[in-house]
């Protein structure tokens, strides 16, 4: 089985621009949970989709936004880049059973110039 | 609200030797998770043991072992036989044991080193 795939790997912006980030979960997952990743603040959760609805939300503001499709695929997106916005961003896919484990992808790494 | 806390931000161990890393938490909870992920320099966030709350019984995973202490709110990981692969960040990690709350709560991560 393929693992989680996130596109593209790495991503350079500038201030105010935006930008949407992609995550393939494995096959058959039908969560798929998003993370940023700082050296200062250290893995955050942003948020969790499930069946195409926003299930759960991290303390983040309203420009990271993010959205589920049929095929259990998501997106990210954030509007008007700041500086504070360049990290790892980690998707995590899960079964969603009792077992609850969360398989994550590479990453993409967003710089913001 | 939840917290994750791991005092060791680095550490180093020899090839062959045991190394045990450290992780405490705070929650109200009583059904939760408890896990730890390895994250090498590839960047990849990869499983590496998993503990229910509710068993009383320390979760083992080939040399990966952990000392979980409910009471306490402790949960530690014990390497053994440590190999150059193991080298990478560790984070510990909580999760509710509660649909519709399946996000990870991350400590600050112990990078360790495996010394040849």
């Known amino acids: 089985k393929a693992g989680v795939t996130q596109t593209p790997r790495y991503l350079i912006k500038t201030r105010g621009q935006q930008v949407t980030l992609s995550c393939s979960p494995i096959?058959?997952?039908?969560?798929v949970s998003w993370y940023q990743q700082t050296p200062g603040q250290g893995l955050q959760f942003l948020f969790e989709?499930?069946?195409?609805?926003?299930?759960n939300k991290g303390n983040f503001p309203g420009r990271f936004s993010g959205r589920q499709f049929s095929n259990s695929r998501s997106e990210m997106n954030v509007s008007t880049l700041e500086l504070g916005d360049s990290a790892l961003y980690l998707c995590?896919?899960?079964?969603?059973?009792?077992?609850?484990?969360?398989?994550f992808g590479a990453g993409t790494r967003l710089s913001v110039l | 609200a939840q917290t994750v806390t791991q005092s060791q931000p680095e550490m180093s161990v020899q090839e062959a030797e045991t190394v045990t890393l450290s992780c405490t938490y705070d929650?109200?909870?009583?059904?939760?998770?408890l896990f730890w992920y390895k994250q090498p320099p590839s960047r990849q966030m990869i499983l590496v043991i998993r503990?229910?709350?509710?068993?009383?019984q320390n979760a083992t995973e080939n040399r990966f072992s952990v000392n979980f202490q409910k009471a306490a709110k402790s949960f530690s990981l014990k390497i053994s036989d440590s190999q150059l692969g193991d080298t990478a960040m560790y984070f510990c990690?909580?999760?509710?044991?509660?649909?519709?709350?399946?996000?990870?709560?991350f400590g600050t991560g112990t990078r360790l080193t495996v010394i040849p």
């Open positions: 503990q229910e709350a509710y068993k009383q």
């Open positions: 995590a896919s899960s079964l969603d059973t009792v077992k609850n484990i969360q398989y």
């Open positions: 929650t109200s909870e009583n059904n939760y998770y």
């Open positions: 096959s058959g997952h039908r969560s």
């Open positions: 990690a909580f999760m509710k044991q509660q649909t519709g709350a399946n996000n990870l709560f």
């Open positions: 989709y499930f069946s195409e609805t926003q299930r």
